[in-house]
């Protein structure tokens, strides 16, 4: 898949959690016609879905929040309030496990099926995060993304 404008990096780090911020650009670009239909069936699943557990909010409610507008601190604040609120502890869990998706668990087989298809078998990609990441062309390991 092509770079998506508007779309952040997986490890943009936005009320101190990855990924939050990307899931909002999909809500927010979907609603403006501008998401491509690749992302299309995972909105509220997937990844989306894992964030909005941790969070303790339904995807509905959050796309809902998300287009009645404010910025993405308000709607973390919004998601704290009436979701789960999480320790920085919780965070800090949370950003190394999505981070790591795909290396050395069930997520690995998804991602060496992904990897062959996109014919990124000579690339550096030890994780679902580093696989997005090449697949819209960019290098995490080239910027260090994860530490941004």
């Not at 927010?28 to 997937?46: E, M, Q, V, W």
């Not at 919780?90 to 496990?97: A, I, K, Q, Y």
């Amino acid at each position: 898949m092509p770079n998506v404008p508007g779309l952040r990096s997986i490890y943009h780090k936005t009320g101190g959690l990855v990924y939050f911020g990307r899931m909002i650009d999909k809500i927010r670009l979907h609603a403006a016609g501008r998401l491509p239909s690749d992302y299309i069936d995972n909105l509220g699943t997937a990844f989306d879905g894992r964030c909005c557990n941790f969070l303790g909010v339904d995807y509905t409610a959050l796309r809902d929040r998300v287009l009645a507008g404010g910025t993405d601190d308000e709607i973390m604040a919004w998601c704290l309030e009436i979701g789960a609120p999480r320790t920085d502890e919780e965070r800090e869990v949370w950003n190394g496990f999505m981070m790591k998706r795909g290396w050395r668990d069930a997520g690995n087989s998804v991602l060496q099926r992904r990897i062959k298809e996109s014919g990124f078998e000579h690339k550096l990609i030890e994780t679902m995060f580093d696989y997005i990441e090449f697949d819209e062309g960019r290098d995490p390991a080239a910027c260090r993304a994860w530490e941004q």
